[in-house]
């Protein structure tokens, strides 16, 4: 079934508070005033939990959002001792708990905003519990692990449009990615024919987020760390080395592979240019499926309705790969050359625009390089703190935008997750029906891959 874009953003509430979302990355669309009042903090300042203060990004999420004038970090709260112990340092003021699910319990009254920085398997239930209490959101990417999760999350948006939430997409915040969703987004180069995305590893031999290292025997947990909590959602499962602290990305149930990892940062500049809603197939092909990791050197198609005024063409196919499996320049009828290790690549009727994550843009013309800044018809781009900028919006800020809201990102999610969760079904192209969240031509993969069993106490919560 393909689901249109008007069928979408029915379904979806794909704006929130009223910015389309060529307006969230500053490409001056105009938009109605939000109809919804926005829920204001009830100090002068923002006050705000954050749940998973170690690992990785946490540290570089609290360092950002500390730096604003007007947030208060007031909670804190980690299932690894240490972690947690160490940051309270910092804030002596901070309350401090191990189980998210007591901060809401016992101090839901001191906290109007929630930073979620837990591994990939505990996002969205979290999250949507935050949404639930009429907590502001700021999650880490990508929203969702479970295709299922993808129908909550547009659930809690549509539920509470008076919250704010951003994913963490800071590449977004800078002009360069912006300014390809720009020049995308306006067709400047013409109707899209189909966009190529690809992210360089994992590694072979693992590195400090992933790890293929084959499946070790079950061990004790690390005293600073309460493994029954980490698991979180999941249901009952041993401690392995390789796994935790940081390194659960690679295993299937509680990460979600290179392809997931990566999508908010990748896929965002389609979104947001052609307000792609969900795919309505995916065909992934892999030589290294497994049954505890995601799969590793990965091939994928998703298939997306073309046509109208954005699209040369029926369907608008998106190809992502992992190990730097990138396409080939020739056939794109540009010179020879190297692309880099990472990017998002788009063909256009009049041309072709690469853009790397961090914003470089390479654009080609009739096989010829052009300087992407002489294209006529661009907007006045102005770069933002990513981190700032949700804050300011929850404060009422007039000129405050959120560019990564759950209403985009969650797209991002699901097209991600799609792809590395087809893998376990290499060379069958799935046919995705996003409102009945089932693969309409496979009852196996409906079964095995779009959904997971809560564990009690863990449960997501359900919106009217």
């Known amino acids: 079934m393909i689901v249109t874009r008007r069928q979408m953003m029915q379904h979806s509430s794909f704006l929130l508070g009223g910015l389309a979302l060529g307006n969230l990355v500053g490409c001056g669309t105009t938009t109605k005033t939000a109809a919804v009042p926005l829920r204001r ?37 980690d299932v690894d001792s240490d972690a947690l112990a160490t940051v309270a340092h910092e804030f002596p003021s901070a309350f401090t708990c191990v189980d998210w699910r007591e901060a809401f319990a016992k101090h839901a009254d001191k906290f109007d905003a929630v930073v979620v920085c837990t591994p990939d398997h505990n996002h969205a239930v979290i999250m949507a519990n ?48 912006q300014h390809a969703v720009d020049i995308l987004r306006r067709g400047l180069l013409g109707k899209a024919i ?93 030589h290294h499926a497994s049954d505890f990791y995601h799969a590793l050197q990965v091939q994928t198609v998703l298939s997306y309705q073309g046509g109208g005024d954005r699209f040369a063409k029926p369907v608008f196919p998106v190809h992502y790969n992992d190990k730097g499996q990138f396409p080939s320049r020739a056939a794109l009828g540009i010179p020879e050359g190297k692309f880099g290790s990472i990017g998002t690549l788009v063909v256009c009727e009049d041309g072709v625009l690469n853009v790397a994550p ?43 935008l959120v560019q990564s809201p759950f209403s985009a990102a969650v797209r991002m999610a699901e097209a991600g997750v799609l792809c590395a969760r087809a893998a376990r079904f290499p060379g069958q192209e799935l046919r995705w029906d996003r409102p009945t969240l089932s693969f309409t031509n496979n009852e196996e993969a409906t079964k095995t891959i779009v ?6 106490g863990f449960e997501m919560p359900v919106f009217s």
């Open 451 to 456: 959904r997971r069993e809560y564990r009690p």
């Open 194 to 286: 189909e966009a190529h995305v690809w992210i360089d590893g994992p590694p072979d031999d693992g590195s400090f987020y992933f790890y293929y290292g084959g499946l070790k025997d079950p061990s004790p947990p690390p005293a600073n760390l309460n493994w029954p909590l980490w698991l979180g959602c999941a249901m009952d499962a041993p401690f392995r080395e390789g796994l935790g602290p940081v390194r659960w990305r690679s295993s299937w149930d509680y990460g979600t592979g290179q392809l997931g990892d990566w999508c908010t940062h990748l896929l965002d500049v389609l979104v947001f240019a052609y307000d792609l809603g969900s795919p309505y197939a995916v065909l992934a092909d892999t």
């Open 358 to 400: 961090e914003g470089e843009i390479e654009v080609w013309r009739d096989g010829k390089a052009v300087d992407w800044k002489t294209i006529p018809g661009q907007s006045s781009i102005t770069g933002r703190n990513h981190w700032h900028s949700w804050v300011d919006k929850i404060m009422g800020k007039n000129d405050a």
């Open 41 to 77: 903090p009830r100090n002068s300042k923002l006050q705000v939990l954050q749940v998973g203060v170690g690992g990785t990004i946490a540290p570089a999420d609290r360092e950002q959002l500390t730096k604003h004038p007007d947030l208060a970090l007031v909670g804190l709260c």
């Open 130 to 177: 935050a949404m639930a209490a009429g907590k502001h959101v700021y999650g880490q990417k990508p929203l969702v692990q479970q295709l299922s999760e993808v129908a909550v999350i547009d659930s809690a948006v549509r539920a509470h449009p008076e919250l704010v939430t951003q994913v963490g997409n800071q590449r977004m915040g800078p002009p360069g990615r």
